[in-house]
């Protein structure tokens, strides 16, 4: 029997993917107790879903911190244990370049909003692993460094709607209908400094027929979803 571990998750939106982990955890096919869930969006639907099973909530509000951002950012603003040029030289989000004062502002924003994150997540200091079950936002080396504390143990997971390495960015399912593909699927893998890049953990894959639609590759890639993520979370919990 795996051990019973402690994840936290994250979502910026309706949270069906929330829904499933639930689910999992109440029929006794994922070993975990979920601790939280915490969003960057105020407005998050999927927030009602974490409620109404007892789960903890928070929202950082991503939008709110960014706007306040654009009118300046002074060093009493960013995290105390923030280095700029040590969190430049990690990341591959954005271009590096000194003079990009573009990836200057991303970097030091997300710092600012990450931050807030982590002080939320510190009364849960018994979590094992961070679930990203629909987050929107991705994350930097900051907040990265501070959940993977021991080298080459990953303790931060995503589902990608696409499978990897094939079509990461923002819309996946998208992309694979558009390219004209003929299998679709979804990816679990663990988060890394660059986008979708981490280690896979586990994949899933459906066929797309001459005759399906945009929104029919999004219905079936979801519901591959609903069973990939819970399977990846028990196979964390089996890896202990």
Not at 1 to 25: E, F, P, R, V, Y
Request: aromatic share 8%.
């Amino acid at each position: 029997m795996a051990k019973k571990i402690n994840i936290g998750t994250l979502i910026s939106g309706g949270g069906t993917n929330l829904q499933a982990i639930i689910d999992a955890c109440a029929h006794g096919q994922i070993d975990a107790t979920i601790l939280f869930t915490g969003s960057d969006n105020p407005g998050a639907k999927g927030m009602d879903r974490a409620r109404k099973a007892g789960i903890d909530t928070f929202v950082v509000d991503y939008s709110r911190i960014i706007s306040a951002c654009k009118q300046g950012i002074s060093d009493a603003d960013l995290p105390r244990d923030f280095d700029l040029a040590e969190t430049l030289s990690k990341q591959k989000l954005v271009s590096n370049d000194a003079a990009n004062g573009q990836a200057h502002f991303f970097i030091k924003s997300r710092a600012i909003a990450e931050r807030q994150l982590l002080d939320q997540m510190a009364a849960y200091d018994d979590m094992d692993l961070l679930v990203l079950a629909g987050f929107m936002r991705v994350l930097t080396p900051y907040f990265i460094d501070r959940i993977n504390t021991e080298p080459g143990q990953f303790r931060i997971m995503n589902i990608h709607p696409a499978l990897l390495p094939a079509f990461p960015g923002t819309d996946g399912y998208g992309d694979t209908f558009r390219y004209g593909c003929k299998v679709g699927g979804c990816t679990v893998h663990f988060i890394d400094y660059g986008e979708d890049t981490g280690p896979i953990i586990g994949q899933k894959a459906f066929e797309i027929s001459d005759r399906d639609t945009l929104d029919d590759v999004k219905r079936n890639g979801l519901e591959k979803e609903w069973e990939l993520y819970p399977a990846c979370i028990q196979k964390f919990a089996e890896s202990l």
